[in-house]
């Protein structure tokens, strides 16, 4: 699991399935929405909303069970366009499938 630094403190950053869910609830837009779309990408409350997902999801999935934070918590841990929204970028870039051929079917673990 990937890791940012926020406040001096390392922080466990993960962007699951249920991340991925989490951020169309918050947002109303697909994650490929926003990665392809530039305005969606800037707009501060779709960081914020990235950076809360991802931030809570890494604490559950590293074995916390609970985020004790909240939206705005999060988004006082940065500013706009600093280390932590580039790293969060990459570390999201860095998750999503690549288009690099047709995806072969599996036997979803029967055999």
Do not use: H
């Amino acid at each position: 699991m990937k890791e940012i630094e926020v406040k001096g403190e390392k922080k466990p950053v993960s962007f699951s399935m249920n991340s991925l869910i989490e951020f169309k609830e918050l947002t109303g837009l697909e994650i490929i929405e926003m990665l392809t779309d530039p305005k969606e990408a800037t707009k501060p409350k779709n960081i914020r909303a990235l950076a809360y997902c991802g931030f809570k999801f890494g604490n559950i999935e590293s074995g916390k069970n609970t985020f004790d934070k909240t939206l705005e918590d999060v988004g006082g841990w940065f500013q706009y366009g600093d280390k932590i929204t580039r790293e969060l970028f990459a570390i999201l870039n860095g998750t999503m499938p690549q288009a690099d051929g047709p995806i072969e079917e599996t036997d979803g673990g029967k055999k």
